[in-house]
């Protein structure tokens, strides 16, 4: 029989390094919000077989669930680029250096 014991452990929410970075780039106001949502995640304690995502306004969070280590991980912040109505109608481009 599966011991009981950690099934009421709240998990713990943690920055993967490879995003630390990201999270420097971010004002205090935007990270509280990614940080409130990735604790409500954790407070709901629902794994993820693969990488999540949700957004906070341009940004997308993307994050992972590990319920044998009842770990919340933030994996990686990407910015969403919007079509400008000047740029709307260009076919995307790469991005260039600098």
Known sequence: ???QR???????????AAAWSQVARL???RYRDIQAR???????A???PEP???QVEELTVHYVVDARRRL?????????RSASAKGASRPPTTRSPG
């Not at 990735?38 to 709901?44: R, S, T």
């Not at 991980?73 to 910015?79: A, C, K, Q, S, V």
């Open 1 to 3: 029989m599966k011991s």
């Open 6 to 16: 950690n099934t009421h452990r709240p998990y713990t929410v943690e920055i993967a």
């Open 27 to 29: 004002s205090q106001e």
């Open 38 to 44: 990735l604790e409500g995640v954790a407070a709901l």
């Open 46 to 48: 629902t794994p993820t």
């Open 52 to 54: 999540a995502t949700f």
């Open 72 to 80: 919340v991980t933030l994996l990686d912040i990407t910015r969403e």
